[in-house]
């Protein structure tokens, strides 16, 4: 059942930007961080990075909603959060029902969120999730080293290299983009693409950031600053000169990770379970990829078309993550 906006949240919506988000005086800001089992990336590992990468430098702590669908669907998940961290990968979902609460949490009911990697990637046969944080992107390019462009200074970039080059990422390629860049990669294109930045929804923020796909990118200490200030800057917790205020100094010594939830039978597949997925996948290709092969010199515009033509009729992420999970 929804419930509607609240005089109390909305103030504190309103006073957002003046005197930063709900914490009280050496309280811990609260996150959730909703995420997915993890077909193409490690989300066990990844929610252990995050959490820590944040934790290490601001006083937050943080529950985990594992694939939690009907609960993302048909609750107000947000209630008693700070922030909302998205690092989920839903491409072939379209459930309109559960796009638009998920969106609500934000649009509504005024709980910044912060969005990472394959998120963007989620929902993309639709055109209805990418209206919240303002990128619209359907496809990577091989991982590869991306070199960061700058677009200005941001306290968001405070502590950030200016000269900062992650070692292995993919390239979301940007179909459409209505947000404030901070960070963008040349593209093979000749193009740039965003692959940080802000956008907005009525007062309450959002961060998106395309990058966060290998482990190389989960342990840079330049990944892990920008993610600590982009949570810090959009709860209002971010001093001009790129610290947490006073009260959300880092507090170590505690178990940052408070709850974790997941339907029943739902795991992480850990990488046990990916490689499962990766064998599976690669046996379903395998056949279709060979007949695109015309001649194994030339890998033109038919060759392209022929493997989209494959991927079409490979099996769903959801598929293979049923196929794979611990115990199945």
């Known amino acids: 059942m929804y419930r509607t906006l609240s005089i109390t949240r909305l103030l504190c919506m309103l006073l957002l930007p003046y005197f930063g988000g709900v914490a009280h005086a050496g309280q811990p800001l609260h996150a959730l961080i909703l995420t997915s089992p993890g077909v193409?990336?490690?989300?066990?590992?990844?929610?252990?990075?995050?959490?820590?990468?944040?934790?290490?430098?601001?006083?937050?702590?943080?529950?985990?909603?594992?694939?939690?669908?009907?609960?993302?669907?048909?609750?107000?998940?947000?209630?008693?959060?700070?922030?909302?961290?998205?690092?989920?990968?839903?491409?072939?979902?379209?459930?309109?029902?559960?796009?638009?609460?998920?969106?609500?949490?934000?649009?509504?009911?005024?709980?910044?969120?912060?969005?990472?990697?394959?998120?963007?990637?989620?929902?993309?046969?639709?055109?209805?999730?990418?209206?919240?944080?303002?990128?619209q992107t359907k496809a990577h390019e091989p991982l590869r080293a991306l070199t960061q462009i700058r677009a200005g200074d941001h306290p968001i970039l405070g502590g950030i290299p200016p000269e900062w080059t992650l070692a292995n990422d993919e390239l979301y390629i940007n179909l459409q983009f209505t947000g404030e860049t901070l960070l963008s990669t040349m593209g093979a294109d000749g193009k740039p693409h965003t692959t940080a930045w802000l956008a907005k929804q009525g007062l309450t923020p959002v961060f998106g950031t395309t990058l966060g796909h290998s482990e190389e990118t989960m342990k840079d200490p330049a990944f892990q600053r920008l993610i600590a200030n982009a949570l810090l800057f959009i709860t209002g917790n971010l001093l001009p000169d790129g610290k947490p205020k006073i009260n959300l100094e880092p507090?170590?010594?505690?178990?940052?990770?408070?709850?974790?939830?997941?339907?029943?039978?739902?795991?992480?597949?850990?990488?046990?379970?990916?490689?499962c997925a990766n064998r599976k996948l690669m046996v379903a290709a395998a056949p279709c990829y060979a007949k695109c092969i015309l001649n194994p010199f030339e890998w033109g515009e038919k060759t392209q078309l022929c493997k989209q033509d494959c991927e079409v009729h490979l099996p769903s992420s959801d598929a293979l993550a049923e196929a794979c999970m611990p115990g199945s």
């Open 40 to 135: 193409y990336h490690n989300y066990e590992q990844q929610t252990w990075d995050i959490g820590h990468a944040i934790a290490d430098r601001a006083n937050v702590r943080f529950d985990v909603s594992l694939e939690e669908l009907e609960r993302w669907k048909t609750t107000d998940f947000s209630e008693g959060y700070d922030v909302l961290i998205y690092n989920i990968c839903m491409a072939d979902n379209q459930d309109a029902e559960l796009i638009a609460n998920m969106r609500r949490q934000t649009e509504v009911l005024g709980v910044p969120a912060l969005v990472i990697h394959c998120t963007m990637h989620s929902f993309r046969d639709t055109n209805l999730w990418w209206p919240m944080f303002g990128l």
């Open 251 to 275: 507090n170590g010594g505690m178990d940052i990770f408070e709850t974790f939830s997941a339907p029943e039978g739902v795991k992480f597949l850990g990488k046990e379970g990916m490689n």
